[in-house]
């Protein structure tokens, strides 16, 4: 599921859609549109999730009860049906947050290819335990969590290998920058070696994930909007299409300037090419006979390099020229005996 030559770019449409099937529609042919891997939405019904009487995070406005906005975000069974399909017509990986046996289930029977665990879930073990058992690639974010928690829910997915996601998260709306912490992406990675380490951005800076990728994500999920100005409490915090295209080509090109496949320091091609003209070799300093043994002094070293290097002086003090070699010759091995 998850490349190790690529990051895999996800399109967290969540609840933007405000409940509404065509909306839907029009955030995963976006997604597509800007490059994202997959669209991500978030597939609950408010009684499986939360008490009516539950009370609004502090980025969550508006008249209605929390509970009551949640069914106003929820999508159908059949909605979700019908959005896996407009996804794989679309070429682009649909899957879902899940929140309850319920909603595994529903897109267990859809046949989604991976699931995803949001933050707040990060210690509810039910739930992990009941996604553990589709036995499918799984992509779970720590925000909110401490590293005791986050191990706990890793042992619950141990052999997932490379098909088990950990996602640094920052669960604000937004956070500040001071408050991003990128630096636990490296903490992840070492903690985690044999997992696939990302970053799920609230931040409102599209170079945010770019900086991510730098640090060794590669999993990004970057919330995703067509308008900021609809209503909802993620969107502002979420990328338009432009600035999601711009996120996903700027990753792009910093993922091949990072190449993750290079793992020797070695010239390519082009620079070994570029080192003959740049580099230096020994140089004949005077005119020298045929069968003259070459010291130091007879020596210089000046460009191009196509000649014995400098580094491997001590291999020819001593040698006998073969042959009569002129002012400012490079020395060849084939000129010595």
Known sequence: MFKKDSVFIIAEAGINHNGDFET????????????ADAVKFQAFKAEELIIEEAQKAEHVKGGQSFFE?????????D???KLADFAKKE???FFASVFGKRSIAMLEKIGVPLFKIA???????????????????????VGLGDMKEIKEAVRIFKNRKKD????????????????????????LKKAFPEHVIGYSDHSLDIFVPVVAVALGAKIIEKHFTLDKNMPGPDQPSSANPAEF???????????????????NIAPGEREREMRKA???SLVVNIKIQKGVKITEAMLGVKRPGTGIPSSEITKVLGKKTKRDLAKNTILQYSDLI
């Open 119 to 141: 933050s707040c879930d990060l210690n509810n073990h039910f739930l992990l335990k009941e996604v553990a058992k589709t036995k499918k690639p799984v992509v779970i974010s």
């Open 91 to 93: 070429g682009i990986i």
């Open 79 to 81: 909605d979700y049906v």
């Open 164 to 187: 088990l996601g950990i996602l640094h998260c920052v669960s604000l709306y937004p956070p500040k920058v001071e408050e991003l912490n990128l630096q636990r992406i490296g903490v």
């Open 69 to 77: 906005m949640l069914r106003s975000w929820e999508l159908s069974d």
């Open 24 to 35: 839907a529609k029009k955030l995963i042919t976006a997604a597509k549109q800007c490059g």
């Open 245 to 263: 295209k711009k996120m996903t080509e700027q990753i792009r090109f910093f993922e091949k300037a990072i190449n993750p496949n290079e793992k």
């Open 278 to 280: 740049f580099r230096r």
